[in-house]
């Protein structure tokens, strides 16, 4: 989208810029239609996420084209740098992973970085006129994708059911599966971008209702994942409104000390702790432990560079039994449900440290923002590492982009208010 592009034509525009006009009015467009189709596609849709990822690059793209901009996502920067070995490391892992898919989870991690890249730089350079635009429609989608999924969870999903011809008889099945979770997990990441919206239109109270709300509505929920992610973002919103930079050093600490500890952590619990077999815990939490306990094991076969990208889904039971459910030709159900585990087993500890910076440059990045933004981006930031670390695998192309649609979301919120340009 053109810095110009609310201007008036000139017969002879600024050298470097171009002339608004058409094209800058389908961005305009097509921009407009990906914000407002965010919330309900997430409700209706999760799995078609991907699809909307693909189509924000290629707009984020098309946007830094029409400014001449590409220059600034071309530049190396620390991030960029720890990002692109990340890849390469997973890249070459394809050689030993025993997983088929390993090349293609490669070029998915790819597109949605690319993604980050370009659609961050897009969102920094937009007129402020534009991003109020797009703010109140993102705002306005995330709204009618929660009512609507409120409405289906009231009703059984009928639309769901309809859409795929389940029959009553599976209703169960369907109450208790991944359709629901997926969308309730999406919708909590996309509360802090909206509540941000809302808080930054001069609504400060009403910001606030924003996440308690959607944390009562997931009380009847069977996701316990968005349960913890919408609890754990309110803790830290809490925290950081005291804060911000006490805030940042303890994640700085925590994330630390999960990329160190996961491996024994996971063996202790599995093993001398038992935890998968304790009382205390509900059937699924019993059954993660068992799981984090044969990831665990796994990893320390392979220390340094891991089983290979995307193995999790594919490695040999070699014997191994559980306790919850049969186990396959795999021994995991796709993922270690953690994703400090995955990383772990996929790709070492050269994957670990490399993540561990990314993730503590992001972290980092947060202290950029405006005093304001920033509880509401560290609890974004919360939500994500608290339900990356108990429910889906960390390279499921859904999951990705849910996390880069709140990102680029949260960027959009942050600079509503700023002077127009």
Known sequence: MDVTASR???????????TAGRPDAVLRHLASGAALVLGPLAAL???GMPVWAVAVLLLALAGLARRGAFGGILRVTPPAVAVAAFLALALASCLWSPSERAA????EIAYIALGALAGGAWVAGMPAADVRRLARLFLAGWLAGGLLFAVEAALDFPLNRWWNAVPDDQLPNLLNGNVPKRTAALLCLLVWPAALAVDRFGRRAAALLVPVGYALACLPLTSRSAMLGIGAGLVTLAAARASARWTRRLFAAGLTAAFLLVLPAALLFAGPLDLDHSALLFRSAQHRVEIWGHAAERALRTPVLGQGIDASRS??????V?????????LLPLHP????LQVWL???AAGAALALAVLLMLLAATARLDRRAQPFALALYATALAMGSTAYGIWQPWWMAGFLAAALMLRLAARIGEQTR
């Open 8 to 18: 008036p034509a000139s017969s002879s525009p600024a050298a470097g810029r171009p």
């Open 45 to 47: 849709a999760p799995r």
């Open 104 to 107: 293609a989870t490669v070029g």
């Open 315 to 320: 490695l040999p039971p070699e014997g191994a």
């Open 322 to 330: 559980s306790d919850f459910s049969p186990i396959g030709d795999s």
């Open 337 to 340: 449900h953690n994703a400090f």
């Open 346 to 348: 996929e790709t070492g």
